[in-house]
């Protein structure tokens, strides 16, 4: 059983574009992230929501935005795709904040 | 300066040798310290988890954390091809929910 799940693994997308990451944890945590890991495998947290509320939310373009339906889910959706977007985008749960957080194989952007 | 400085390596050991990675920080109000393990192509899987200063131990992995120096380090005995990886850390404060990490070691381990 895969514990935080995303979907798709990969991307490919034409600038411009706008396109959806999918994730979903089976662990019946209470908060979910998103992280942006670049070229030099540097992560960085971009969001983060605990029990369907926004409560981390970084110096990210307003092109990005996240969604979260449900406790299980969260989802992030991108406009206007650009170049620099290209990266490993990584999901992650924790129990609660503050706690361990494990994380999703990630989705390999690719703007062209 | 970044927050928290890792040497990205690479690393190249023969099986068997131990490994350190270490991990420095400025920020003197982290309390929380993680190391990470993460595959190629993979997500980032939680190795150790520890708070303030001391050390822990699980089978070949130890964890330090040394607060007076802002220093952190994990020691793999034994290490095994398998062990070959990016080694991440990452840390937090008592009052912020939010990982700094480190830009990861790349480890190989030759047989």
């Known amino acids: 059983d895969t514990a935080v799940s995303q979907t798709p693994k990969y991307l490919v997308t034409q600038m411009g574009n706008d396109k959806s990451i999918k994730c979903e944890q089976n662990?019946?945590?209470?908060?979910m992230y998103w992280y942006k890991q670049d070229s030099k495998k540097f992560l960085k947290i971009m969001f983060s929501y605990n029990n369907k509320e926004l409560i981390i939310n970084e110096t990210v373009p307003n092109r990005f935005s996240p969604k979260s339906p449900d406790k299980a889910h969260l989802n992030l959706h991108i406009n206007s795709l650009e170049l620099g977007d290209s990266a490993v985008y990584f999901c992650?749960?924790?129990?609660?904040?503050?706690?361990?957080?494990?994380f999703g194989p990630g989705t390999r952007l690719t703007v062209t | 300066q970044k927050e928290v400085e890792q040497d990205p390596g690479p690393l190249s050991v023969p099986e068997g040798a131990i490994v350190s990675l270490n991990c420095t920080y400025s920020?003197?109000?982290?309390?929380?310290f993680m190391w990470y393990r993460q595959y190629s192509r993979k997500g980032p899987e939680l190795l150790m988890y520890?708070?303030?200063?001391g050390n822990k131990e699980d089978g070949r992995f130890t964890a330090q954390v040394d607060k007076s120096s802002k220093y952190i380090s994990l020691f793999i005995r034994d290490s095994q091809p398998s062990d070959s990886a990016t080694y991440l850390c990452?840390?937090?404060?008592?009052?912020?929910?939010?990982?700094?990490f480190g830009a990861g070691t790349t480890v190989t381990v030759r047989a």
């Open positions: 990452a840390m937090r404060s008592s009052n912020d929910y939010k990982l700094s």
């Open positions: 920020n003197s109000a982290f309390q929380y």
């Open positions: 662990l019946g945590h209470d908060t």
């Open positions: 520890t708070y303030s200063s």
């Open positions: 992650a749960s924790s129990q609660a904040l503050a706690t361990e957080q494990y």
